[in-house]
């Protein structure tokens, strides 16, 4: 028998709605499920006595008939969203103790629909880090094991992967600068959609690089992606970026016929040394897609290898900007400060405290690409060569390819410390696959669709065109349905 | 473009972080090696290509220069690590 907290978005949905289970039995299932999974570190606060006033009031909206299809839905928030007067620390000791006093418009929108917060979930330090290693709050791990070893969960939506994964929730927020919901979710066999930039509102969540920055769903199966991205995503007038578009209806979109579409296979993608196991998962997606019905293309991409090193300009860039604000004075971590400190020094020391290594590097990467004598040469050179990357894309939907198929990720997850002596650059190379679509500010969506030789998920990712979310989602489906991944983590902890 | 420790030390001070003298040799070659792996940019050309701005083409909306907020003094100090009166607190500020 299945556990409630085993359900999917959509199985919950109708058992709600069929009166056969409550959202408070629900919500119980996943508070008992969490307690039993603190070794996996993925809830970092838990927030029981909401959760339980928010079941409440969703039983009587569904029995008042007409509620939403987030409505009862137990969610983990990953610890960028604010949530008022729940701690949202961007998993960072400079945000210790802080308690907005607002609601992100994403939690807003989730919650006026009915879904119900169980806690806050573990992540990289301001979403710095692709392995949930450079957290506050310790590592992550990934309930997925096959020898002795911990594996990470993935990062930066490290927590949110594994507590979806472990049926802690029926899913969870993430959000993804340069693959940081779409790796985890391959780390953990799990479905993970970064929306086109624009779709979903930014305000209220803890900024990394605004440019880049999209947050969406990571849920157990594409149909439950389609589901809750309808519930984020709309028109904010708090976000000048966001989008004044119609949300259509996703998960009418999944209809499994992709018949005649024409599906891009970028030959700058297979990369020198590409272990074989991902070769042929990459080979069996293409195949699947084909038997679908689906025309596939070669198609070139030429400006690929130049995403990582643009992107490690860009990014950090526009976090020294972003953190400036973390000065000791309106929130979080102020330094105690030794006689004679002027305001320059509480400023110093409050950041060299507050800060981990990992986002220290980073601000200070981006502080020299910034300054006086280098703009041009880093700064500006990123940006234009962003510009060629994102016109590789546009040739190539312009001449008729409708989605395109990728590796989520080079390898299956790896252990926890196995890259604490590794050059900066290797921990980087995570996101080769990934980072291109937030540069090229397109969706992107990462699904199971095999397991590597010892048994670990391994995901492919499907990239859409702007503003087709419905048909990226439908591609997804369509390859979700061939793979036929149903693994689960046996269950260790 | 390699770093040097002269370098390291007032790129941490722009970026007003503490970084102790004996620390600055490893964060300059940290640097230098990250933006070695930048130099990678400098074969593309990028002749007559303009800086992107914002990935997607739009206008910014615009709206009626009203206040729509405020009077919420004490949300906004809630959260300091000093606030006296009404203020965030800072130490003595002298030229």
């Known amino acids: 028998m299945t556990h409630l907290n085993e359900l999917t978005i959509a199985a919950a949905r109708d058992a709600l709605r069929a009166g056969e289970t409550t959202a408070v039995d629900l919500t119980m299932a996943c508070l008992t499920a969490i307690d039993a999974g ?36 137990p969610l983990g928030i990953k610890d960028l969203f604010c949530t008022k007067g729940v701690p949202s620390q961007a998993a960072s000791n400079i945000l210790k103790g802080f308690k907005p006093e607002y609601e992100s418009t994403v939690t807003t929108q989730l919650f006026n629909a009915g879904a119900v917060m169980l806690g806050k979930l573990n992540m990289d330090e301001f979403a710095m880090g692709s392995s949930n290693e450079t957290s506050c709050y310790g590592n992550a791990i990934n309930p997925w094991k096959v020898d002795g070893r911990d594996l990470t969960p993935g990062g930066s939506s490290g927590g949110s992967a594994a507590a979806v994964a472990a049926d802690m929730c029926l899913a969870a927020t993430g959000t993804d600068t340069g693959g940081s919901i779409r790796q985890p979710a391959a780390f953990t066999g799990i479905v993970g959609i970064k929306p086109t930039y624009g ?19 990571m849920t157990k199966s594409v149909r439950d992606a389609a589901i809750m991205l309808g519930a984020m995503c709309g028109h904010d007038l708090k976000d000048s ?22 599906i891009g296979i970028p030959r700058e993608y297979r990369m020198d040394g590409m272990p074989a196991e991902i070769e042929k998962l990459w080979a069996d997606g293409t195949a699947m897609l084909k038997d679908a019905g689906a025309e596939i293309v070669d198609i070139a991409l030429p400006h690929t290898k130049y995403a990582l090193p643009a992107y490690y300009v860009i990014a950090p860039a526009e976090a020294s900007s972003n953190l400036a604000r973390y000065d000791g004075v309106r929130y ?37 690409v910034l300054s006086a004598g280098f703009y041009d040469a880093y700064y500006n050179r990123a940006r234009r060569v962003r510009a060629l990357i994102k016109r590789d894309f546009d ?37 080769v696959f ?52 149903v693994a689960k983590p046996a269950k260790w902890w | 473009m390699s770093i040097d420790i002269d370098t390291a030390r007032k790129v941490a001070k722009l970026a007003r972080i503490r970084v102790e003298e004996a620390d600055l040799p490893a964060l300059a070659t940290e640097l230098s090696g990250i933006l070695g792996f930048m130099e990678q940019l400098n074969e593309v050309d990028v002749e007559g290509i303009e800086p992107m701005t914002s990935v997607t083409p739009m206008r910014l909306k615009r709206r009626a220069d009203v206040v729509t907020d405020g009077d919420i003094q004490a949300q906004i100090l809630k959260n300091a690590p000093d606030a006296r009166e009404g203020f965030f607190a800072v130490p003595k500020v002298v030229e």
Not at chain 1, 56 to 70: E, F, L, N, S, V
Not at chain 1, 202 to 212: D, E, K, M, P, T
Not at chain 1, 456 to 469: A, N, S, T
Request: hydrophobic letters at 45%; glycine letters at 12%.
């Open chain 1, 241 to 262: 970026t966001s989008a004044d578009l119609a949300v259509p209806d996703f998960e009418a979109a999944l209809t499994g016929d992709i018949r005649g579409k024409k």
């Open chain 1, 395 to 431: 040739q190539v939907f312009a001449a008729g390819i409708d989605a395109i198929l990728t590796p989520a990720t080079p390898s299956a997850a790896f252990g926890l410390g196995e890259m604490a002596n590794a050059d900066p650059i290797q921990m980087y190379l995570n996101d």
């Open chain 1, 332 to 368: 979080g971590h102020r330094a105690n400060l030794k006689a004679g400190d002027g305001i320059t020094e509480m400023y110093e020391r409050t950041r060299a405290e507050g800060f981990g290594h990992e986002v220290q590097r980073r601000v200070m990467v981006g502080t020299y």
């Open chain 1, 38 to 73: 603190d070794g996996l570190n993925a809830f970092v606060h838990k927030t029981p006595d909401i959760a339980l006033d928010m079941a409440r009031a969703a039983d009587a909206r569904i029995k008042a008939g007409d509620a939403p299809d987030m409505c009862g839905i």
């Open chain 1, 434 to 485: 990934t980072v291109t679509v937030n540069l090229a500010g397109l969706p992107g969506i990462s699904v199971p669709v095999g397991q590597n030789a010892q048994g670990l998920p391994l995901g492919l990712q499907l990239i859409g065109k702007p503003w087709d979310e419905a048909g990226l989602l439908n591609h997804a489906y369509v390859l979700e349905q061939a793979a036929g991944f």
């Open chain 1, 199 to 217: 779709r979903v509102s930014r305000w209220g969540v803890v900024a990394f690089a605004s440019s880049l920055d999209q947050a969406g769903p």
